[in-house]
Nanobody, 120 residues
């Protein structure tokens, strides 16, 4: 059993920054990747970013490229999402998740979500 705990969400002005953290209770050797998703009110959950545990390669949705950076600290079993130049449209509940295989997020573990609110 693995528990994912997100932190770092909050309220920030447009153009500001937040750094989200997702800490796993223990190393998840079976996880192919960890990533971040978000769901805005009234919208579908969407992929934001992912990082591969094997080589650290990263993937981003187009809307956050150049503004968000995903990183990981294997020793701390933690993944981060540095969010810069935040926009009101970034407002959402952000979830971290693991994937046992490529794009197999629903088969992995999910955190409880953390609210990010960006004001104009």
């Amino acid at each position: 059993q693995v528990q994912l705990v997100e932190s770092g969400g909050g309220l920030v002005q447009a153009g500001g920054s937040l750094r989200l953290s997702c800490a796993a209770s223990r190393r998840t050797f079976s996880s192919y990747a960890m990533g971040w998703f978000r769901q805005a009110s009234g919208k579908e959950r969407e992929f934001v970013a992912a990082i591969m545990w094997s080589d650290g390669s990263t993937y981003y949705t187009d809307s956050v490229k150049g503004r968000f950076t995903i990183s990981r600290d294997n020793a701390k079993n933690t993944v981060y999402l540095q969010m810069d130049s935040l926009k009101p449209e970034d407002t959402a509940v952000y979830y971290c998740a693991t994937a046992p295989g490529g794009s197999k997020w629903l088969q992995g573990y999910w955190g409880q979500g953390t609210q990010v609110t960006v004001s104009s």
